[in-house]
Structure formats: C-alpha cells, structure tokens
C-alpha cells in the first residue's frame, strides 16, 4: 500500500473520477480548461532553467521536461481517438507505451518549446472539433484495448480535462516545493 505522501505526489489532484451524470455545464468547464492548458503550462515553465527542467517532480518520477512532452503525446493522442470514435463504429483503438515513449531520445532531450508549441495548436484544434460536436457525437466512443472498456467522447473530455491539470499540479507543486515559484 502507497504511503499518503506518494499518494499526494503522484495525484496531486487526486485519481480521475467521472461524474455519474456528465452535465452539458461539466463538460463545457473541461473543454474550457482544455483550452486554457497550453498558456498555462507555458506560463508555468518559461522561466526554467536546464537544471530545473531536468529535476523530477516527486524521486522516481519523470523529469519536468518528461512532463511536458509526455502531455503533448498523450493528448496527441487523445485528439485521434475523438476522430476514430466520431468516425469509425466503435472504434477499437491502439494503446502507446507511455513510459517507453517518455523515456525516447526526444523527451528526454528536446527543447520544451517543441511540446509548447505543438500543444498550442493541437489543443487550438481540439477544442475546435469539441465546441462542434452535437449530443449524439458526445455518445459516440472507442474500445481501449487494456482493459476493453468503452469510452465516450464526453468521457474522453473528461478524462483529458483531468490529465492535463494532474500533470500541471505535478510540475506546479515542484515549483512551488523548490522554492522555483
């Protein structure tokens, strides 16, 4: 069983839960944060340097650089799960190896400004397609092959609302423990 301290550390803002009803105004409130993400992690990192970029947010864990092209892939990747759900029958969907890819040449080395930058106009894009979908494309899902479970497009909302402000907190409350901030 995890100590209360990793716990803390590893979801700062607690595990994702969804909501037993997924209201229009929910759903709305995490399309909206989904959109101020890029801006906010920008803001959050800009001023770090090498040394801190390199720093993992809890021991153990992924360094800030990680963190950030971590986000970038996994809502990469959640941007064409929405297509494949709104385009293909129940979709059934490719999983990625998030550690492995994490620990690529790329995101352990490339400049930050990359995922930054892509982050901005993928989430741009995302939240284009999401402020136009109707009742019906919300129902819509996919298959996950890890654990065959059907997800909705407004779960995958959620779920990715969610995503980005965990893994901001993990950098934020770096920040914030260093005295960065």
């Known amino acids: 069983m995890e100590n209360t301290e990793l716990k803390k550390l590893k979801y700062p803002i607690g595990k994702f839960n969804l909501p037993d009803e997924i209201t229009q105004e929910?759903?709305?409130?995490?399309?909206?944060?989904?959109?101020?993400?890029?801006g906010k992690l920008e803001a959050l990192v800009k001023d770090l340097n090498e040394t801190q970029l390199e720093t993992p947010y809890r021991q153990g864990g992924w360094t800030v650089r990680q963190v950030i092209h971590h986000i970038a892939d996994s809502h990469h990747h959640s941007y064409t799960r929405f297509k494949w759900a709104l385009t293909e029958n129940k979709a059934f969907i490719k999983a990625y190896e998030e550690k492995d890819w994490s620990n690529l040449f790329d995101a352990r080395t490339a400049p930050i400004q990359l995922s930054l930058t892509y982050l901005k106009a993928l989430h741009v894009k995302m939240v284009y397609l999401l402020r136009g979908l109707s009742s019906s494309?919300?129902?819509?899902?996919?298959?996950?092959?890890?654990?065959?479970?059907?997800?909705?497009?407004?779960?995958n909302i959620c779920k990715y609302a969610w995503h980005g402000n965990h893994h901001y907190a993990h950098i934020e409350n770096l920040l914030k423990s260093q005295g960065w901030k």
Do not use: F, R, S
Request: aromatic letters at 4%; glycine letters at 0%.
């Open 26 to 38: 929910h759903l709305q409130a995490c399309i909206d944060e989904l959109e101020e993400l890029p």
């Open 137 to 155: 494309d919300l129902k819509q899902c996919y298959t996950h092959p890890d654990d065959m479970a059907e997800v909705t497009v407004e779960e």
